[in-house]
T-cell receptor
Framework: DTGVSQNPRHKITKRGQNVTFRCDPI?????LYWYRQTLGQGPEFLTY????????KSRLLSDRFSAERPKGSFSTLEIQRTEQGDSAMYLC????????????FGSGTRLTVV | GQQVMQIPQYQHVQEGEDFTTYCNSS?????IQWYKQRPGGHPVFLIQ?????EVKKQKRLTFQFGEAKKNSSLHITATQTTDVGTYFC?????????FGQGTTLQVKP
């Protein structure tokens, strides 16, 4: 494995359109996390999975956001009816389970909503 | 995850000067992890501290975990321009890490 892979690297979309991002974690990592980051802020937690189970979703996340990890490997994050406020860097990370393992982040998908 | 407070938020230093950032918690932490994010990059895991009073070094970087496991520090000796970025500390007992704003370091050459 070369690390966590995210696609696409950049996405420009018109307001109201749906977008989907993909994350391929390190294969032996069964935990996968999604974060959102805007300029000057730290990464904001969105949701995380252990294998295919979504264990937690941020209460700040609107119903327009949904994430899946159907086979416990790659994950997708979908944003429906995008708004300008959704413009941000979306980061995916993976780790082994438990608090004593560091996260490996992907390079992120930068979303611009116009 | 357990949230920690980090200070300072920003630090500007002259190249060659030392730099320290501090993390503090009101509760005892199970562990502390440090990450670095370069401008335009993504967070990169640096190190984890678990034991009370633990000190670890990575070249010019020295990481400490307090005796009471309520605080931690990262000290950089003789900063270089390659040290520029935002440093985050985190702790998590279950589930996910919560990131604060970190400490953004600027180094003037």
């Amino acid at each position: 494995d070369t690390g966590v892979s995210q696609n696409p690297r950049h996405k420009i979309t018109k307001r109201g359109q749906n977008v989907t991002f993909r994350c391929d974690p390190i294969s032996e990592h069964n935990r996968l996390y999604w974060y959102r980051q805007t300029l000057g802020q730290g990464p904001e937690f969105l949701t995380y999975f252990q294998n295919e189970a979504q264990l937690e979703k941020s209460r700040l996340l609107s119903d327009r956001f949904s994430a899946e990890r159907p086979k416990g490997s790659f994950s997708t994050l979908e944003i429906q009816r995008t708004e300008q406020g959704d413009s941000a860097m979306y980061l995916c990370a993976s780790s082994l389970p438990g608090q004593y393992y560091g996260y490996t982040f992907g390079s992120g998908t930068r979303l611009t909503v116009v | 995850g357990q949230q920690v407070m980090q200070i300072p938020q920003y630090q500007h230093v002259q190249e060659g000067e030392d730099f320290t950032t501090y993390c503090n918690s009101s509760t005892t932490l199970s562990n502390i992890q440090w990450y670095k994010q370069r401008p335009g990059g993504h967070p990169v895991f640096l190190i984890q501290l678990v034991k009370s009073g633990e000190v670890k070094k990575q070249k010019r970087l020295t990481f400490q975990f307090g005796e009471a496991k309520k605080n931690s520090s990262l000290h950089i000796t003789a900063t270089q321009t390659t040290d520029v970025g935002t440093y985050f500390c985190n702790s998590g007992n279950t589930g996910k890490l919560i990131f604060g704003q970190g400490t953004t370091l600027q180094v003037k050459p």
